[in-house]
């Protein structure tokens, strides 16, 4: 069974990068709206960018996992190469 799995090194980045993101958008004072409103887009961006990946994981393994009796061959017939002298 083939499992899609990310490097450490990316996970330890992005594990980082959103760390960084939540201790920022409690630590900074909340007196500046736009500072604020950048923190909380950055955060609405962040969210989203896990899905995607999340949907594209769930992709490949939908695509990788495929079952091969989902697609039949033509009448039962056997496949065979083409450049086969006949």
Known sequence: MATL???IVVVIAIAA??????????FIPNTDPEVKA?????VELAEQEAAAR??????AKDFFNANPNDYPTSGGQQMAPRWGGN
């Open 38 to 42: 950048l923190l909380q887009r950055q």
């Open 17 to 26: 990068a959103l760390a960084g993101g939540v201790a920022s958008y409690v």
């Open 5 to 7: 799995k990310l490097p």
């Open 54 to 59: 999340e949907e594209a994981a769930e992709r």
